[in-house]
């Protein structure tokens, strides 16, 4: 089963991810520097990265806001 996640700390690595961006080659080599701090996989930063593009509107798809 998917482990749940606080709101706050989802938010926290979509930020670390954004404050990590300018020091990465590219976007996923960043995911992979936070998610590895933040003891996460990959995949659950990435997918919690698009669904904050989503609700802020910079990618198209369904909000949850």
């Keep these: 089963m998917a482990r749940q996640y606080p709101p706050e700390f989802r938010q926290r690595a979509v ?5 990590a961006l300018p020091d990465h ?3 996923f080599e960043a995911i992979k520097k ?3 701090r933040r003891g996460v ?6 997918r919690w990265r ?7 509107r ?3 798809g369904v909000s949850r806001d």
């Design 34 to 36: 936070v998610a590895s």
């Design 15 to 19: 930020r670390m991810v954004e404050e």
């Design 41 to 46: 996989s990959p995949d659950a930063v990435r």
């Design 50 to 56: 698009r669904q904050e593009e989503i609700n802020a």
């Design 25 to 27: 080659a590219t976007e």
């Design 58 to 60: 910079l990618r198209p």
